[in-house]
């Protein structure tokens, strides 16, 4: 009952909100990395058709070291991004199902009539938009060199966000 309280009067103090959220995000990430190596060890172990590139490319970046640029490696982090966005970390907890939250600052009025009032929260539902297929040809099923082009370079990187991969959240250049 007390915690439950706690919660309810989160929204109405923006101080204990903002600490409750925090607190939130930080007992989630404690536990995201030992989800996602778990669950890319679990892809790897389920989907054996990637171990050999992934092997190669183990062998190959031994020694190398990694530039500002973030290109190495593109298979493994192009494994790890679709592990994660099937099934690792903090879209798969349950005080993580959205991502980015905005407090409305003004009231806003879509194009089709939808009414977002002054004061309420919205944010992205990370679950579906990982899983559309609309975004992401074959949404719910293991691509693991999903991200990695034609040419073996990375489309995009598991830690650079952007509009379609709000993972990390938002960030101005994402638009």
Request: proline share 5%; hydrophobic share 45%; aromatic share 12%.
């Amino acid at each position: 009952m007390a915690l439950g309280l706690v919660f309810a009067s989160a929204f109405q103090v923006p101080i204990v909100g903002v600490l409750l959220n925090l607190l939130g995000i930080t007992l989630t990430m404690a536990t995201f990395q030992k989800q996602l190596a778990q669950s890319s060890l679990y892809r790897i172990c389920s989907h054996s058709q990637y171990l050999g590139k992934l092997k190669v490319e183990a062998r190959e970046s031994l020694g190398l070291a990694f530039d500002n640029n973030n290109r190495e490696m593109s298979y493994m982090d192009s494994f790890v991004k679709e592990s994660a966005r099937l099934g690792a970390g903090p879209i798969h907890s349950a005080a993580a199902v959205v991502s980015v939250p905005r407090k409305v600052m003004s009231h806003y009025v879509s194009s089709e009539g939808m009414v977002v009032p002054t004061g309420n929260w919205i944010a992205v539902p990370q679950l579906p938009l990982m899983r559309d297929s609309r975004i992401w040809p074959g949404g719910g099923t293991f691509d693991g060199f999903r991200f990695v082009g034609n040419d073996g370079c990375s489309l995009s990187r598991f830690t650079h966000p952007s509009l379609e991969f709000p993972f990390w959240g938002f960030i101005r250049h994402a638009w």
